[in-house]
């Protein structure tokens, strides 16, 4: 067969632009922007196609009703949390080679749930006693994803600026302003958890929803057009964040004088 035969979509794999940055802001300090912006390698089988659309859900959920969920559930909210950071993690494996992907999937999910339950027990049992450094984490947690996200949607301008000899810039300038820009997110959000968890889950949720409703629609031959670009993925993620966080602010219980139901979770 010649190189126009169409591949199954079970046994399809595409090369898919990188994920905004913000989405895997903890990872990002470890590994840098560099390692996260890298292209991906992504399954389009039939249940990485489910989970695709689960986790672009429950970003959706999280985006929009963060803080109802931080003060209802917060149990829950530790669970999502946990998870998150360690499916940020397995990503990172699971784009380094293409071979098992559903066993690994499994694995990473089995993990997943191991660190959520970490997440809901340290959540309920010590956040209410520590307000202020939870607020200045969630602070700094916020710097560091916008941090992020600003230096990548950058990064074709400032390349085709500086040209070869300034290759790597990127790494230097996040390594370098990560402390400060983290110091000030934090001592500016420290008595202010609830925006500081409005922000931060707006974020996250609104970053998440956004790589995998991009990554189904590539999976479904989709021309994005100039959604495919880094500059217009950031924007999207930008006007989705502020309306998840400004639909969390006047929502807020507490902003119409109600007290929220318990957890159902």
């Known amino acids: 067969f010649g190189s126009s035969h169409t591949t199954v979509l079970g046994q399809a794999r595409l090369r898919l632009p990188s994920p905004p940055p913000a989405c895997l802001c903890i990872c990002a300090l470890q590994f840098g922007p560099t390692s996260i912006v890298s292209e991906m390698e992504v399954s ?9 659309v689960a986790i672009c859900l429950l970003g959706l959920v999280v985006a929009f009703s963060g803080y109802h969920l931080y003060r209802r559930c917060i149990r829950f909210l530790g669970f999502v949390l946990f998870c998150w950071i360690e499916l940020g993690i397995g ?34 049992r010590y ?33 085709a600026s500086l040209g070869p000899d300034y290759k790597g810039w990127d790494s230097f300038m996040f390594s370098s302003l990560s402390l400060p820009v983290a110091l000030l997110f934090g001592y500016l959000l420290m008595d202010m958890l609830n925006y500081g968890i409005m922000l931060v889950t707006a974020i996250g949720g609104a970053a998440f929803a956004l ?20 500059k217009v993925q950031a924007l999207l993620m930008v006007v989705l964040t502020v309306l998840a966080f400004l639909t969390q602010m006047f929502t807020d219980p507490e902003r119409r004088g109600a007290r929220g139901g318990p957890c159902l979770v």
């Open 91 to 124: 990503r990172l494996w699971l784009d380094q080679a293409s071979g098992g992907g559903l066993t690994k999937w499994i694995l990473v999910l089995v993990f997943c749930a191991v660190w959520g339950s970490i997440g809901a027990f340290i959540f309920g």
């Open 211 to 230: 790589q995998y409703l991009i990554t189904l629609l590539q999976c479904r031959e989709v021309d994005l057009g100039a959604v495919s670009e880094q």
């Open 127 to 159: 956040v209410g006693r520590f307000q202020r450094v939870v607020g200045f984490a969630m602070g700094a947690l916020l710097g560091l994803g916008l941090l992020s996200t600003l230096i990548y949607s950058m990064m074709p301008d400032v390349d």
């Open 44 to 52: 389009c089988a039939a249940p990485s196609l489910v989970l695709y």
